[in-house]
């Protein structure tokens, strides 16, 4: 099974308002990611946790926060978030890295967010 | 630094035509490199990989082979279907910080017409 579910499929919320999006495998996967993509844009990296630990942020603003409650799950918080943020929201996982070759990575269908 | 290349889309074809979409990277190290597809409204599926120089990655009748020494990884089919119709992403696979990084290219639309 090399399924990443990711709920809700899609979202609308206001400048104000505090969501969060969930992301789920049960592959054994180590890695978990976060991935923002805009229309017709390739997916851009906002975080990884490697073992239930933060080990990259790519500079994203603080009205993101991510969460990695277990080694299956993963949770993106959001607070405060402007109209620009709006985008397609996708979440992957990979196996541990054994070795010197990189994982694939098995991304989820993804939650459409917009912003008003 | 790590970089890919894609050629511009779209890259139009009729059914059954010989598709070829160029992909060239920059990198150091060893690393992988992938083609993930992505149809619409949908998330990335992984569509085929290849570790090491001269591996050939295939898949659904997609093959493409990793060249060291024109640092290409060009995807190419013998017969697209109008299914075949999507966004398709190379992608590098890099360590940085201790952790697997995805480096992708721009995307190249294919648009397959009956």
């Known amino acids: 099974d090399t399924e990443v579910t990711q709920t809700p499929k899609h979202l609308v919320m206001g400048m104000t308002n505090k969501k969060s999006l969930k992301c789920e495998q049960h592959m054994g996967h180590r890695a978990m990611y976060w991935y923002k993509q805009k229309a017709k844009k390739p997916p851009e990296l906002m975080f990884v946790?490697?073992?239930?630990?933060?080990?990259i942020n790519e500079s994203v603003p603080s009205r993101f926060s991510p969460e990695c409650p277990n080694s299956s799950l993963l949770n993106l918080h959001l607070h405060a978030l402007q109209p620009e943020d709006s985008a397609l929201y996708l979440c992957?996982?990979?196996?541990?890295?054994?070795?010197?070759?990189?994982?694939?990575?098995?991304f989820g269908p993804g939650t459409r967010l917009t912003v008003t | 630094g790590n970089s890919v290349t894609q050629m511009e889309g779209p890259v139009t074809l009729s059914e059954e035509a010989f598709l070829t979409i160029n992909c060239t990277y920059t990198?150091?190290?060893?690393?992988?490199l992938f083609w993930y597809v992505q149809y619409p409204g949908e998330g990335l599926q992984l569509l085929l990989k290849a570790t090491k120089a001269d591996d050939k990655g295939s898949n659904k009748g997609f093959e493409a082979t990793y060249r060291k020494e024109t640092t290409s990884f060009h995807l190419e089919k013998g017969s697209v279907q109008v299914s075949d119709s999507a966004v398709y992403f190379c992608?590098?696979?890099?360590?940085?910080?201790?952790?697997?990084?995805?480096?992708f290219g721009t995307g190249t639309r294919l648009q397959v017409f009956p």
């Open positions: 992608a590098l696979g890099v360590w940085s910080y201790n952790t697997d990084k995805l480096i």
């Open positions: 990198a150091t190290g060893y690393p992988s």
């Open positions: 992957a996982s990979s196996q541990d890295r054994q070795g010197a070759m990189p994982y694939e990575q098995y």
């Open positions: 946790y490697s073992y239930e630990k933060l080990s």
